[in-house]
């Protein structure tokens, strides 16, 4: 692993674990064994760093929002999006524990604004695709306790099932959540899903 990524490997599990404004420059290079200067050699300040180590996860969010946004919201793509977004939060639980507990105290860091703006995509293009109250806060508990449990397993350190079966719980809660009353029964998750692997 090069300098540059366990930089950003360390800075995003401090970030997270820590928080942004109580993580110094200083730390992180203590943590790699590195100095200071050395830290700011390869990126020029800690808002930079915290750049690099979230862009990935923010234009990976932005991928999964970009192939919904415009399309009819049918059951196919409700239940490709459920896959697409486990994976995402499996492939992401740092960046995802940052989203949920540092965004409105970090909304005027472009990084965070910038993800800010995504997790707003999402809910218009559920908003929009959605008619009721009740179907509006099924997405809203499908994604955000979906993403919540997975960093309050982290935060906790709870014992975790082997990740084949986190996912496969996953996906199958999020579409039985997702899955429109007057719709029965629920979409049935295909066994190939539950066995292919996190997609970063």
Request: aromatic share 6%.
């Amino acid at each position: 692993m090069s300098s540059q990524e366990e930089l950003r490997t360390i800075a995003l599990r401090e970030f997270a674990r820590s928080g942004y404004g109580s993580t110094s420059l200083h730390r992180i290079a203590e943590i790699a064994g590195l100095s200071k200067s050395s830290v700011l050699y390869h990126y020029s300040s800690k808002e930079a760093l915290l750049e690099a180590a979230i862009a990935p996860a923010i234009d990976a969010m932005d991928s999964i929002i970009s192939a919904m946004e415009g399309l009819e919201f049918t059951q196919e793509r409700r239940h490709a999006f459920i896959v697409r977004f486990v994976d995402f939060l499996l492939a992401h639980r740092s960046e995802v524990h940052m989203f949920i507990n540092q965004a409105r105290s970090l909304e005027d860091v472009p990084a965070v604004g910038r993800a800010n703006e995504v997790v707003g995509r999402i809910a218009e293009v559920f908003g929009a695709a959605v008619n009721s109250t009740e179907d509006r806060m099924r997405f809203g508990m499908a994604l955000g306790g979906a993403a919540y449990s997975l960093v309050t397993q982290d935060e906790f350190g709870q014992t975790e099932s082997p990740i084949d079966e986190t996912r496969a719980a996953l996906v199958t809660i999020m579409t039985e959540l997702l899955a429109p009353v007057s719709v029965s029964p629920a979409l049935t998750v295909s066994p190939a899903l539950t066995v292919s692997p996190v997609l970063n």
